[in-house]
């Protein structure tokens, strides 16, 4: 009797923490800080490989899109920002060095700097570096 | 779960690109133009080095291309980058004084690229904001002035000497030019006296 009672508890707390997560919503929002430059075909890319892009596909400097719900197997996962950076007609794909880091029952704004470490894959060189914390 | 696969099988492929990378590709091959507006961002020319003489009856030579190093580049008053030749060895046999002359041109290709230098120095662009400089960095149509700053020449005792030839080369860029070409680009120096 006491063990049923047990089990039933460590369920209903499992329970209650996963209606707690989805109560609360894991969001993330990307925000573009940078000057004189918009922010194309963003998206988040896990280091499973799993991919959230915000609806709006067109950040302008300043601007924040709107939130992505995060499913629960990201909830607390990092990732790199991979975009399109638009400058006066001409536009790069980069991919972020920083990791950005979700938290779980959270809305957090990623947010891209001048600073913010990127490279082309395609014309950067072998090395890689170490990851650097987000919004430096 | 479906989605999830199809997300999966996206990164796939995005890290498939992402190996495919080569050495040879610069920061500036990777930018596009969206909207098919001109954006020069090579220039092209031919380099030939003279030497001076103070002795008029004297035949011009011409430095061999093989001793050309480098060039420093200005355009519009802004810094365009430093460009490396790669003749290849020079024999010191027949050389006068560390200089190897010919009578007739001895002429290098000069290949301009913007975002090479970074490259060729171990410094990828790596930051947002220099990826926002090298896309504000581009010709638009109309006239221009390249500044030949600097031509570091090679000895064939291995020793480098540096000519400050201050050349003013103009050149035009018409609407839909992807490249400019600068023509011939002749710099005197004084092998007797060194370079200037």
Redesign the interface.
Same mark, same amino acid.
């Given at each position: 009797m006491k063990r049923e009672a047990g089990a039933l508890a460590a369920w209903t707390s499992l329970a209650w923490l996963a209606l707690c997560a989805s109560a609360c919503g894991t969001e993330i929002t990307v925000k573009n800080s940078?000057p004189?430059?918009t922010l194309e075909n963003v998206r988040w890319?896990t280091e499973s490989?799993?991919?959230y892009t915000p609806s709006d596909q067109h950040l302008l400097p300043g601007q924040e899109s709107k939130p992505v719900t995060i499913p629960e197997p990201d909830q607390d996962a990092t990732g790199h920002l991979?975009f399109e950076?638009?400058?006066?007609?001409?536009?790069?794909?980069?991919?972020t060095?920083n990791v950005f880091r979700s938290v779980l029952g959270e809305s957090t704004a990623f947010e891209?700097?001048?600073?913010?470490?990127?490279?082309?894959?395609?014309?950067?060189?072998?090395t890689s570096?170490d990851p650097q914390p987000a919004n430096p | 779960m479906r989605c999830?696969a199809w997300?999966?099988a996206?990164?796939?492929a995005?890290g498939m690109? %992402?190996c495919?990378? /080569?050495?040879s590709?610069?920061?500036n +091959?990777? $930018?596009?133009?969206?909207?098919g507006?001109s954006?020069v961002d090579t220039l092209i020319g031919v380099f030939v080095v003279k030497g001076k003489s103070s002795d008029p009856l004297v035949d011009a030579s011409y430095v061999d291309y093989r001793q050309i190093s480098r060039v420093k580049l200005q355009v519009d008053g802004e810094p365009w980058g430093t460009f490396s030749f790669d003749g290849g060895e020079l024999a010191a046999a027949g050389s006068q004084d560390g200089w190897v002359l010919h009578s007739t041109r001895s002429e290098a290709l000069l290949v301009a690229t913007l %975002?090479t230098e970074g /490259?060729r120095t171990?410094d990828?662009? +790596?930051? $947002?904001?220099e990826?926002?400089a090298?896309?504000?960095k581009?010709l638009a149509p109309g006239g221009h002035v390249a500044l030949v700053e600097d031509v570091v020449l090679k000895k064939t005792d291995g020793t480098f000497v540096t000519a400050q030839p201050r050349l003013l080369v103009p050149f035009t860029i018409a609407q839909g030019d992807r490249s400019a070409l600068l023509g011939d680009v002749v710099v005197e120096i004084d092998p007797a006296g060194g370079a200037r």
């Open positions: 940078v004189s430059a890319v490989g799993t991919v991979e950076l638009l400058v006066e007609g001409r536009k790069v794909a980069l991919k060095d891209v700097w001048p600073k913010t470490a990127a490279r082309n894959p395609l014309a950067s060189s072998a570096g | 999830g997300f999966a996206l990164a796939v995005a690109i %992402g495919g990378s /080569e050495d590709t610069t920061a +091959d990777v $930018v596009q133009s969206v909207d507006r954006a %975002g /490259e171990d990828p662009l +790596d930051s $947002v904001e990826w926002v090298l896309l504000h581009h």
